[in-house]
């Protein structure tokens, strides 16, 4: 297979591994740093397989980034040679299988897309736009971005047999952005500090001179460059430089900027061609071969429609996603694959719908309709352009059917947490037999309302209670009967003290507390009473009592409005004590201000 002579020259100058095969597997050739990468003889590779090169492992890795470049894919992966991890990069070459070979360092991320899209963009600007600098500005800030550089810039050579070459754009790093120095547009790049690059030699890790870096690049204090000589059939038509500092340029580095250096190698190319030897018709041919490459490569769908709704196009993505053969989408309305909104079937579309309804620019989620009548969510974003005076609509169309699944599992399992949340927190605040407050939301309430009271005026009562007599319950009647009782004495109790800043406890064993904010001490009083008796009229047996035949408490009430009475609970403990010496079954109160 005869390469092409711009290729060939980059490479043979350049240390990355490069190698070619056929669509079966065979190797065509490989250049001297594949060999020495993958620890081959010289000329060893030609001929073979990855199967009698590499054994089986690592030919059945191979095999896969293979069947990905024939469907006419990029492929990347992962291999382990000689105990050091490569990455291999395929892509397809006509009917053969191109790629290169680069020693990981470090983590190694994935940057087609970025690659891509700054492609996309820069050839769109350059089509489209008078302006053509704008494409160049575009590529420049992508290479700056995948390279972490700290500045650089793109220069082409006007004339075939002269070496001066003119700044198309140069960006630099200021407060953690490139920003574009417009000053050198157009301007004579000094040449003698890039003569190798300029005749054809890729550099790396080059230290820069402190003279090239005057002026508009001073500051930038860099250790090291990477220049990069710009090709075109074989033919130099400029250079890239860019700066960096702290961490040196590498051959994946090199090896992530190969599509955009070539991309600028080809349009510094068609920005000159009224001074090369190829006729109008061929660059417009090879003009509609990039974008068509382009159009038939994107993973997303594309749909071109006319301006009476019916689609005028599809490219591969959009047949596959839909599910139609090529070129069966042709001529039908848009309104036929979908399925909900605007679109429902039947009615009839057409391209002023979406400018009327401003969305155009958007990305809308709708939903989609495939052949078999199976419907699916999809992202689509609508561009209006205009072609021979008829408007129409590109629409990019985005199958977001994981992401939706994905959504909704976030959400379940959100719901779920909530849940588990809320369990969590209801063992940890409530009591577990009677399900009333425990005694560690009793001491946080109670030490809170104290804390208030020293903010602003007001009162406060304290209630503590507890069964009379409830150690001879336990032994008459047994200990579930006893849980039973104290389920049923905070049931009474819960329906007494039932305002919202009213708090009901299990203080411990059976021993019961009631925090009232805002109660003065003739209502706590009163409170008190009314659960003592609401209590005797359960009528819940007592035989061994010393008061009664029936259940009966006791209670201990305090009330205080001063500030800081942290001694509450002690006095509230106190008038308890009272009434049970004073015979129980009665409540007893002690004034919390003089205690």
């Not at 095969?21 to 050739?29: D, R, T």
């Not at 199967?51 to 006419?72: N, P, T, Y």
């Not at 990069?89 to 020693?103: A, M």
């Not at 360092?105 to 940057?111: D, H, K, W």
């Amino acid at each position: 297979m005869k390469m092409d002579p711009a290729l060939q020259k980059l490479l043979s100058d350049s240390s990355l591994a490069f190698f070619i095969k056929e669509s079966g597997g065979m190797y065509i050739a490989a250049n001297a740093e594949f060999e020495r990468k993958t620890g081959k003889k010289s000329g060893e590779v030609a001929g073979k397989t990855d199967l009698e090169l590499f054994g089986s492992k690592i030919a059945e890795q191979i095999k896969g980034l293979d069947m990905d470049v024939l469907e006419g894919q990029k492929a990347e992966g992962e291999i382990l040679l000689e105990e050091e991890n490569f990455r291999i990069i395929e892509f397809p070459v006509n009917d053969k299988i191109g790629g290169i070979v680069c020693q990981v360092q470090g983590g190694q991320g994935n940057y087609s897309r970025q690659v891509m899209d700054a492609i996309h963009k820069a050839q769109n600007i350059f089509i489209t736009r008078e302006e053509k600098s704008a494409a160049f500005e575009v590529i420049l800030e992508a290479i700056l971005e995948i390279s972490q550089s700290k500045g650089g810039f793109i220069a082409e050579k006007r004339k075939e047999n002269d070496n001066t070459c003119h700044y198309l754009t140069a960006r630099k790093l200021t407060d953690g952005n490139t920003e574009i120095i417009n000053e050198l547009a157009g301007l004579e790049v000094q040449t003698e500090f890039f003569e190798d690059v300029i005749n054809g030699k890729l550099m790396i890790n080059d230290r820069a001179k402190s003279a090239e870096l005057s002026g508009h690049f001073s500051g930038l204090q860099p250790e090291y460059r990477m220049g990069m000589p710009l090709f075109h059939h074989g033919q130099i038509v400029g250079l890239i430089i860019i700066y960096n500092s702290g961490r040196p340029y590498t051959d994946e580095t090199f090896g992530r900027l190969i599509p955009l250096v070539g991309l600028c190698g080809d349009l510094i190319y068609e920005r000159s061609l009224v001074n090369t030897r190829r006729t109008i018709e061929e660059e417009l041919r090879e003009r509609e071969l990039r974008l068509q490459a382009i159009y038939d490569g994107m993973a997303d769908g594309l749909v071109i429609i006319g301006e009476d709704g019916l689609i005028d196009s599809v490219n591969p993505a959009a047949e596959k996603m839909f599910g139609y053969g090529k070129d069966e989408l042709t001529g039908i309305n848009i309104s036929v694959i979908m399925a909900a909104g605007r679109y429902k079937k039947g009615r009839q579309y057409e391209v002023k719908d979406s400018v009327i309804a401003g969305f155009t620019g958007e990305n809308r989620e709708q939903i989609a309709r495939r052949r078999d009548s199976s419907e699916f969510p999809v992202q689509i974003s609508y561009s209006e352009i205009i072609i021979k005076n008829e408007r129409m609509l590109v629409g990019i169309i985005r199958d977001i059917t994981e992401r939706i699944e994905h959504e909704n599992s976030l959400k379940l399992l959100n719901r779920k947490l909530e849940e588990v949340n809320r369990k969590l927190l209801e063992l940890a605040t409530r009591d577990e037999l009677t399900r009333i407050a425990n005694r560690r939301v009793f001491n946080e309430t109670l030490d809170a309302e104290v804390r208030r009271l020293g903010r602003r005026k007001g009162v406060l009562s304290l209630l503590i209670f507890d069964v009379d007599y409830f150690k001879r319950y336990n032994d008459s009647y047994g200990h579930p009967e006893g849980d039973k009782c104290l389920k049923q004495i905070a049931e009474v109790a819960s329906k007494i003290f039932r305002r919202n800043s009213d708090l009901v406890c299990r203080y411990g064993g059976e021993e019961f507390a009631a925090i009232l904010p805002g109660t003065g001490k003739t209502e706590a009083r009163h409170l008190a009473e009314k659960l003592r008796i609401a209590v005797m009229e359960q009528k819940i047996k007592h035989i061994d009592s010393g008061v009664a035949d029936v259940v009966t408490i006791s209670v201990g009430v305090t009330t205080t409005g001063k500030p800081f009475a942290d001694d509450l609970l002690i006095i509230a403990d106190r008038a308890l004590y009272k009434a049970k010496q004073s015979g129980r079954n009665r409540v007893e109160f002690i004034n919390g201000d003089f205690n």
